[in-house]
């Protein structure tokens, strides 16, 4: 016979607490999991349900954290921003096959005072883009699935504007709804510009220093040189940003794009623009796909949706760099942000990890510096553009706003590291996260994601591979030099100093 | 999936019946905390909450390095704060008792 066993009160409790403490942990455990694996935790993509919060209102300034040595600084002639410049270099010196002598007044006067551009220039022509086209043939079959999709995404477009007295007062009602309050128009202008897709919203005062002095390229209305004269309706820039897709950035820079968040961002501030004209004011937009008359970055800074990063980019509490921005410029009533200053500037002096792991040296690793009268960091474009055109795959590289620690997901962890290093005043809290940023997380050697090894930032997900989805021959696998950014430039007559 | 409020709801009531039970325990040994001492005890839960937490938030966030630095270091903290908890607290408290 068995003796009868009864389980008393005390005893019932203690298993049940011990039961109780594992299945806690476990919880816990799925629920950090969960935040880290969810497409919820990819940033931005609650933004229609306005989901993605940060309470900016602690952190407003009166100025902003990039410094003014001019009162008002110069214009940025569009004929200087990189792209413009190359397809320019194209066309005169190599299309025209008139090489130097094809080259027209503006062109060699540029290049009389900064020959070392175009040095890297030509090497980019001569040289990396030669290169590439061997490198793809032998590797661009791994990367077809990601530029299918990222051709998908270009596919729907805004049509370019035209000059600004003809687009943006295209489509006016009229006459114009009178506005009873520009603080409530305010919120209404960031809730419907959340609604069109933007993760964050800000407004500014219209600044003229931003605006290009002259036409970079031909398109909107303008010819290449002409100058770009700011219409009186110009009175406020309404700044936003679209995140990108989450694994691909991870993936950058081989399986890279930026087609996604420049569409979702250009066809947001179409619909802004459609928005405010109905209700009877100019508007324009300034965005990837409709076109720029503008510098972008600081009209994000102004309108207190983050501080300049080391990189160049405008950097968020809520994305980090990881976004594409889009402005739309109008007269609508409404009321100015001010700036925010979250710590950033301070953390970035710290960081250096996007400065440390470009494979192209783009990025300084000293101070900001005056530039056009303007105290920032600015990226050395050529060394940056230079290694884009070398990358099989994308032909682009977005490494930077991949690896910057404020980029990671919208989970717990890295949202109350975010929050506590924005409310340190004393830098220690941003000199700790650097250290365990720097020994936790993994950052590769910049010189895998060169050819032939063609590496990426994080394994790309399963559905950019080619695998098992489509048939395609692998890659050849034949071994191809790596091709050093420095050694390269070493050759060069004047080496860079930056 | 897990990120709701029923999940969160279980690890309610399994850290309530943790601590119930815990007490229960500490009872039939007939030994009493005072509040410091519950305040570390307390501390070494939510630490160990954390070390598991930070794991696998790293892990699903594909930074694998993260996540198992994290978890071998945070969980050697841990670790230390039981040994030296039970050492200097516990054990002593226990022998009186017994």
């Not at chain 1, 940033?43 to 009162?71: C, H, M």
């Not at chain 1, 098992?468 to 420095?486: H, K, N, T």
């Not at chain 2, 930070?54 to 996540?67: D, K």
Request: hydrophobic share 40%.
């Amino acid at each position: 016979m068995h003796e009868k066993r009864s389980l008393s009160r005390r005893d019932f409790l203690k298993i049940a607490g011990a039961a109780g403490g594992v299945a806690s942990l476990a919880g816990v455990g799925l629920a950090g999991w969960d935040s880290g694996a969810t497409g919820q935790a990819h940033t931005g993509w609650q933004s229609e349900q306005g989901l993605v919060i940060f309470n900016r209102e602690p952190f407003r300034v009166d100025k902003p954290t990039y410094g003014l040595a001019k009162a008002i600084p110069d214009r940025l002639d569009g004929r200087e921003v990189i792209f413009n410049r190359d397809t320019a270099l194209k066309a005169q010196w190599y299309t025209s096959k008139k090489g130097e002598a094809g080259l027209d007044g503006w062109m060699i006067d540029y290049y009389a005072k900064f020959p070392e551009k175009l040095q890297l220039d030509r090497v980019r022509n001569e040289k990396i883009e030669p290169e590439r086209v061997e490198n793809q043939k032998k590797y661009g079959n791994q990367y077809i699935m990601s530029q299918i999709w990222s051709a998908a995404w270009s596919a729907v477009s805004v049509p370019r504007s035209d000059l600004p007295e003809k687009t943006d007062l295209e489509g006016l009602q009229k006459p114009a709804y009178k506005i009873k309050d520009p603080a409530a128009m305010s919120r209404l202008i960031k809730k419907v510009t959340m609604t069109f897709g933007a993760t964050m919203v800000g407004i500014a005062k219209f600044n003229p220093a931003w605006v290009y002095s002259h036409a970079g390229a031909d398109g909107r209305g303008y010819k290449r040189g002409d100058p770009i004269n700011i219409p009186d309706w110009w009175q406020y820039a309404i700044a936003f940003g679209v995140p990108h897709e989450w694994d691909i950035v991870k993936s950058n820079p081989t399986y890279g794009t930026s087609s996604d968040a420049y569409n979702r961002s250009s066809i947001a501030a179409a619909r802004l623009v459609t928005f405010i004209k109905r209700l009877g004011y100019p508007a324009r937009e300034e965005s990837p796909n409709g076109g720029y008359d503008t510098m972008v970055p600081p009209i994000l800074i102004d309108a207190g949706l983050g501080e300049q990063g080391r990189f160049g980019f405008c950097i968020t509490p809520e994305c980090g760099g990881n976004f594409r921005p889009a402005v739309v410029f109008t007269n609508l009533p409404l009321v100015p942000d001010k700036p925010i200053n979250m710590g950033l500037k301070s953390y970035c002096m710290e960081c250096k990890i996007c400065a440390e792991q470009c494979p192209s040296r783009a990025i300084p690793f000293d101070e900001p510096k005056e530039i056009r009268g303007v105290v920032k960091w600015t990226i050395s474009h050529e060394r940056c553009f230079n290694y884009w055109r070398s990358v099989v795959g994308s032909g682009s590289c977005r490494i930077c706003l991949a690896l910057c620690p404020w980029s990671r997901k919208d989970a717990w962890l890295y949202n109350m590291t975010k929050s506590m290093l924005s409310r340190d005043p004393t830098g220690l809290m941003a000199k700790m996260s650097v250290e365990a940023q720097k020994f936790l997380y993994e950052n590769p050697d910049p010189q895998t994601y060169y050819a032939p090894t063609n590496a990426s930032v994080r394994p790309p997900e399963w559905w950019m591979q080619n695998d098992p989805f489509i048939e395609i021959p692998s890659a050849q696998g034949a071994s191809v030099p790596i091709w050093d950014a420095l050694q390269e430039e070493a050759l060069l007559d004047n080496a860079l100093d930056l | 999936m897990f990120d709701n409020g029923l999940l969160w709801f279980v690890v309610g009531v399994g850290a309530t019946l943790a601590v119930f039970g815990f007490n229960e325990w500490l009872n039939e040994k007939q030994v009493s905390f005072n509040w410091w001492q519950w305040l570390l005890t307390v501390g070494w839960a939510l630490f160990l909450a954390f070390t598991i937490a930070f794991t696998t938030i790293n892990l699903a966030a594909q930074e694998v390095r993260a996540g198992v630095l994290g978890l071998v270091i945070l969980g050697i903290v841990a670790i230390v704060w039981a040994v030296l908890g039970w050492y200097y607290v516990l054990r002593r408290k226990f022998a009186k008792t017994s």
